[in-house]
């Protein structure tokens, strides 16, 4: 059985949207995309790598895909270890409006999410990653089915755009399992969902 890994960029203050461009999602009158950019170092890429050494196939929401579909089906060096996995291994899109994927070997789920990510996850050899998709992320850790999340904190904040942990999330407890910092100064941690909070008092 496959675990559920969700790797996700966010500000200091929380915000995912657009981390990727200008174009990338301008909904809600967003004009900041692209603010992680100026932060792609070699320690980002060779951690991004590392992600992606793991993979055995991906859960993708509809945004991010068709994000990923533009752009990833036109790199075909085999030696690239981000297309190569992009393009030749499954890709599951949480969607109930996408019909006809163009994109090889994409499958889409548009049934009950708990019961269609449940069964991915235990045919999955290896990890079923999640990239972005921040709506579908916080769907998923509401349904307590994802295992390990990398978050990748830049120093930049936005005061605006969609926020990871809302108003309202599940309350979960996480265990710290790596960590390290860029020298570009990105914050990347990992953690596992360790259940519920526990409380006290000082």
């Given at each position: ?76 060096d ?39 990510v ?74 596992d969902?360790?259940?519920?909070p ?5």
């Open positions: 059985m496959g675990k559920l890994v969700l790797t996700t960029f966010v500000t200091l203050d929380g915000v995912y949207q657009a981390p990727g461009g200008p174009q990338e999602d301008t909904s809600g009158g967003f004009d900041q995309g692209g603010w992680s950019v100026p932060y792609g170092d070699e320690d980002f890429g060779r951690f991004v790598t590392e992600v992606f050494d793991r993979v055995g196939a991906f859960l993708l929401g509809r945004r991010t895909y068709d994000i990923f579909a533009s752009y990833w089906p036109k790199m075909t085999p030696a690239d270890p981000i297309a190569s996995k992009l393009n030749g291994l499954p890709k599951y899109v949480a969607s109930s409006t996408l019909t006809d994927p163009g994109w090889a070997h994409t499958t889409v789920i548009a049934g009950d999410l708990a019961k269609e449940t069964a991915l996850k235990e045919r999955t050899d290896g990890e079923l990653q999640v990239h972005g998709s921040g709506a579908l992320a916080r769907s998923l850790l509401a349904l307590d089915l994802v295992d390990t999340v990398h978050l990748m904190t830049f120093p930049v904040v936005l005061g605006a755009g969609r926020r990871l942990f809302t108003e309202g999330s599940l309350p979960t407890a996480f265990r710290h399992t790596a960590g390290r910092i860029t020298a570009a100064g990105v914050s990347i941690q990992s953690y969902l360790a259940g519920r526990e409380y006290g008092s000082y």
